[in-house]
């Protein structure tokens, strides 16, 4: 199944909680405080992010983070690379692959295309955009429902 970690989703809640309350800095704890999520969860996810280039940090007494791009200039494949790494649903997606088969491999092209696909949906999604989505109710998936498994969603 191809699905983000838990991390990941923490990770984009607490990129989303700064953009909407981008005045000043905010420490690890008030972050923490405010999304309800575990203080040293936070404090590793704003070091990931911070070393990725998606939030910048203050040291010091009044120190804290901030975002370091505007959030419609964050994208979800920024956040996912910065805390999963690239997406690679097959091995010989991946830059440096080494997949024995490749010489012989009838569907390889088209695993690359469909990762390609998937890579620039991520990185047409702002973080803008995925805190205005997250107001809407959206269709889920059943994995457990040969009908959903067909039609891809249920309402």
Known sequence: MLRMSRLTDYGTVVLSHM??????????ADV???TRLAAPTVAKLLKIMARAGLVTSVRGPQGGYTLARRPADISAADIIDALEGP????????SDHSCEL?????????????NLSIREALRDISLSQLMNVGRKRLPTMDLHSPL?????LKN
């Open 19 to 28: 953009a909407h309350h981008a005045e000043g800095l905010h420490s690890a």
């Open 32 to 34: 923490a405080s405010s």
């Open 87 to 94: 997406v690679a649903l097959t091995e010989c997606s991946t």
């Open 102 to 114: 490749e010489a012989i491999c009838q569907v390889g092209g088209a695993w690359q295309q469909i």
């Open 148 to 152: 959903s498994a067909a039609s891809g």
